[in-house]
């Protein structure tokens, strides 16, 4: 048996080396949706704190919303597209 096979035969160094990999190619699209969630939190409580100071209930936090979704999936879809596997 080899140093890095356990009981079961698996080899452990091929198994973290192919884990790494699944990572390494996932890393666009987990930074995309991250920035999508965080471009609609972030314009939405601009939104808020805009309603909060100006007594506008829901018009700038429904507003904050949309920006954020269409700032969230601008930069979605830049990222998909442009980063080649």
């Known amino acids: 048996m080899a140093d890095t096979e356990d009981r079961s035969g698996i080899d452990v160094g091929k198994s973290l080396d192919s884990f790494q990999k699944v990572i390494k190619q996932a890393a666009p699209a ?28 829901p018009f700038w936090v429904t507003v904050g919303i949309f920006i954020g979704i269409l700032v969230g999936f601008y930069h979605l879809i830049k990222t998909m597209n442009f980063k080649k596997y």
Do not use: K, R
């Open 30 to 57: 987990a930074s995309a949706s991250y920035g999508l969630v965080a471009s609609i939190l972030l314009f939405t409580f601009i939104g808020w704190y805009i309603d909060s100071n100006n007594d506008t209930s």
